[in-house]
C-alpha cells in the first residue's frame, strides 16, 4: 500500500494526519494524491457543494497594509473607493444572487473593522435581506469582537468571514498592522457569539509549503469547516504585483493536502480562479467542494450561470454545508 493509501485510510477511518505527513503527500504524485482527496471528499462531504457570492460593501483607503490588497491606503492601484452601500443596494443584490440559485450572500467591508455606527448599519440592511431573500447571510468586517458579532447574528447572520491569510510564521512578511493573534481572537469572538466562521487564506504569497500545511492545521485547531482557498492575482501597485502567479497544478495540489488535512470542511475556491485555465474545475476533482461566484472584491470574477452548469456537469448539488 502506498503512503497517499495509508494516509487515505487513516483519515477516511476518523484519523487525523500530522504536519510531518501531509509535508510528505505534498511531495507525492500529484494525479495519485488528487484521486486520494476526492475519495475523502466524498465520503464526508457526499455530493454538497457550497456556492456563495459576495458583495463589496465598502471599497478602498484601508488603513492595514496587507502586501496583497489593492484596496489598502498603503499602495497606489485603480480600486474603487466609496463608503458603506446603502441598504437598498445591498437587499437589491442579494435579492438578484438568491434568483439564480445562490444560497448564501456574503457582505464585505474594508478596513481594520467596521465602527459601531457602522455595525448598526449593516445590521440594519441584514434584517432587511433576512425579510425579503431567501439566503443566508455572512459578514466580512474585520477584527470585531463578540459583543459586535452578537449584534450581527441578532440581525441575522449566520456566518463571518475572517481569514488568517497565511501561517503565523508567514504573517508578519504580508501585513504588520494586525497579527495573526488579532484574526486568531476575531475568529474567536465570532464562534464565541455562535457564529460559523470561514477562515482560510492565499496561496501565492511567497510562503512556503510548510507555511501552507501551518495554515491548515491552525484551521483545524481553530475547528474552521469552511475554507476559502484563493490564489494570488498580482495587482498593479501592491507590493506583490510581480509574484509568479501559481498554476493549475499547484492549485490542485494544496486543496488535495488541504482536503486530507481538513476532510469535513468546504474547501472554496475564492479569489484568483479566474486565472486557472479550466477556472478551477480540475480542483474540483482533487477534494475541493465550494466556490465563491460572482464577482470578487477588486478583481472579475466568475459568471453565477457558468458555474452552476459546471456544478452539475460534475455531479455536485448546490446546497448549504457546515452550518
Not at 460593501?57 to 484601508?62: I, P
Not at 444572487?97 to 456574503?106: C, I, K, P, T
Not at 452548469?309 to 448546490?318: F, N, Q, V
Request: hydrophobic fraction near 35%.
Amino acid at each position: 500500500m502506498s503512503m497517499i493509501d495509508e494516509l487515505k485510510e487513516k483519515v477516511k477511518n476518523g484519523g487525523e494526519i500530522s504536519g510531518e505527513e501531509a509535508l510528505k503527500l505534498y511531495d507525492e504524485p500529484l494525479e495519485e494524491l488528487c484521486r486520494a482527496a476526492d475519495e475523502i471528499r466524498k465520503q464526508f462531504c457526499r455530493d454538497g457543494f457550497d456556492i456563495c457570492t459576495i458583495i463589496n460593501g465598502k471599497s478602498g483607503r484601508c488603513s492595514e497594509n496587507c502586501k496583497y490588497c489593492a484596496q489598502s491606503a498603503y499602495y497606489h492601484t485603480a480600486a474603487d473607493e466609496y463608503p458603506l452601500l446603502d441598504t437598498d443596494e445591498i437587499v437589491r443584490q442579494a435579492k438578484y444572487n438568491a434568483d439564480r440559485g445562490v444560497l448564501r450572500y456574503s457582505i464585505v467591508t474594508s478596513g481594520r473593522a467596521l465602527r459601531d455606527s457602522e455595525v448598526e448599519q449593516m445590521c440594519a440592511a441584514i434584517r432587511e435581506i433576512k425579510r425579503n431573500v431567501n439566503i443566508e447571510v455572512c459578514v466580512s468586517f474585520g477584527l470585531l469582537n463578540e459583543a459586535q458579532f452578537r449584534k450581527i447574528k441578532e440581525a441575522g447572520a449566520t456566518r463571518v468571514h475572517n481569514n488568517l491569510e497565511t501561517s503565523r510564521n508567514n504573517f508578519p512578511n504580508v501585513c504588520t498592522t494586525h497579527t495573526f493573534d488579532d484574526k486568531v481572537s476575531a475568529i474567536k469572538a465570532a464562534m464565541a457569539a455562535g457564529l460559523s466562521v470561514c477562515s482560510g487564506g492565499i496561496m501565492g504569497l511567497g510562503e512556503t509549503k510548510e507555511d501552507r500545511v501551518d495554515m491548515a492545521l491552525s484551521l483545524r485547531e481553530l475547528g474552521v469547516k469552511s475554507v476559502p482557498v484563493n490564489m494570488l492575482n498580482p495587482i498593479p501597485g501592491t507590493p506583490y504585483e510581480n509574484n509568479k502567479r501559481l498554476t493549475v497544478e499547484d492549485m490542485r495540489r494544496i486543496v488535495a493536502v488541504y482536503r486530507f488535512i481538513l476532510p469535513d470542511a468546504s474547501i472554496r475556491l475564492a479569489g484568483g480562479r479566474g486565472l486557472m485555465e479550466d477556472k478551477g474545475e480540475g480542483c474540483f476533482r482533487s477534494g475541493a467542494n465550494a466556490v465563491i461566484s460572482g464577482d470578487m472584491l477588486t478583481t472579475a470574477g466568475y459568471m453565477i450561470e457558468t458555474d452552476m452548469e459546471m456544478i452539475h456537469r460534475l455531479g455536485y448539488k448546490a446546497v448549504l454545508c457546515n452550518e
